[in-house]
T-cell receptor, first 114, second 115 residues
Framework: DTEVTQTPKHLVMGMTNKKSLKCEQH?????MYWYKQKAKKPPELMFV???????INESVPSRFSPECPNSSLLNLHLHALQPEDSALYLC?????????????FGDGTRLSIL | AQSVTQLDSHVSVSEGTPVLLRCNYS??????LFWYVQHPNKGLQLLLK??????LVKGINGFEAEFKKSETSFHLTKPSAHMSDAAEYFC?????????????FGRGTSLIVHP
């Protein structure tokens, strides 16, 4: 069982839809991350939240909009996505952005854009 | 700047034989190093970590890795492969360059285990 919970596990959406991915952790971690992973590739960092503030945005298109409502929750709002956005979206958390401790990953949301 | 190189994209072994997955890193600071495993349609699971303590690190499921600063290597080994070890493995380096510990992932090594 993973300590980082992501919902939904699978999502199919059209290019005009609006949907949200959710991530939750209760380990008291203060850094949370969104990654995009294509098949047979390593995860690519999208966003980092540190103490509920956006710390890093890796030049992600504005059709992806992150939100951190509190220290346990992280959302990724999706709008007007493209077929190339189909991927596994992983959420991770760590003690803090300035800690050398490892990240803990959820099982991801498999996103398919029609 | 930090970087990590996984030398093999695929490694194929027979069940019961040793496993060696190779990883070299580059870091201007004292790095932390990690190995993660990813089974199909799953997230990444931490196998083991090196954070400047003992250079020989033991992890879960019988895996271990040795930090060799002189060789800038952090190879992952296991004495005897099991079918359930078949998965994708990522070597990750993290240091304080840039002001925060944002990890850099290797390209991944796919471990294939034959019966």
């Amino acid at each position: 069982d993973t300590e980082v919970t992501q919902t939904p596990k699978h999502l199919v959406m059209g290019m005009t839809n609006k949907k949200s991915l959710k991530c939750e952790q209760h380990m008291g971690h203060r850094a949370m991350y969104w990654y995009k992973q294509k098949a047979k590739k390593p995860p690519e960092l999208m966003f980092v939240y540190s103490y509920e503030k956006l710390s890093i945005n890796e030049s992600v298109p504005s059709r992806f909009s992150p939100e951190c409502p509190n220290s346990s929750l992280l959302n990724l709002h999706l709008h007007a996505l493209q077929p190339e956005d189909s991927a596994l979206y992983l959420c991770a958390s760590s003690q803090s952005e300035n800690s050398n401790q490892p990240q803990h990953f959820g099982d991801g949301t498999r996103l398919s854009i029609l | 700047a930090q970087s990590v190189t996984q030398l093999d994209s695929h490694v194929s072994v027979s069940e019961g034989t040793p496993v060696l997955l190779r990883c070299n890193y580059s870091s201007s600071y004292s790095p932390s190093l990690f190995w993660y495993v990813q089974h199909p349609n799953k997230g990444l699971q931490l196998l083991l970590k090196y954070t400047s303590a003992a250079t020989l690190v033991k992890g879960i499921n019988g895996f271990e890795a040795e930090f060799k600063k002189s060789e800038t290597s952090f190879h992952l080994t296991k004495p005897s492969a099991h079918m359930s070890d078949a998965a994708e493995y990522f070597c990750v380096v993290s240091d304080a360059s840039g002001g925060s510990y944002i990890p850099t992932f290797g390209r991944g090594t796919s471990l294939i285990v034959h019966p």
